[in-house]
C-alpha cells in the first residue's frame, strides 16, 4: 500500500469529519478518521482502481478502433 501525502491525509480527515458532523450529527477524532481511512483503502481502495483500470482500457480500446479506422488503403 502507498502512503499518502501529509496534506492529502489531513484533507480526508476533515472531509470525513465534516461528513460524520452533517450526516450523523457525530463528531469523529483524528484518530478514528485514520482507521477509517485505512479501512477504505486496505478493504475497498482496490474496487476503484479497478474500475479506473477497465474505464482507461475502453478508452484506450476506443482510441485504437477509431484509428484503424481512418487507415488508408
Do not use: C, H, P, W
Amino acid at each position: 500500500m502507498f502512503k499518502l501525502e501529509k496534506y492529502e491525509e489531513e484533507k480526508m480527515i476533515r472531509e470525513i469529519q465534516r461528513f460524520f458532523m452533517e450526516e450523523r450529527d457525530e463528531e469523529i477524532g483524528n484518530l478514528a478518521s485514520i482507521i477509517l481511512i485505512d479501512f477504505i483503502s486496505k478493504n475497498l481502495g482496490k474496487f476503484y482502481y479497478n474500475r479506473g483500470v477497465q474505464d482507461s482500457y475502453k478508452f484506450m480500446s476506443d482510441k485504437l478502433t477509431e484509428l484503424s479506422e481512418i487507415e488508408k488503403y
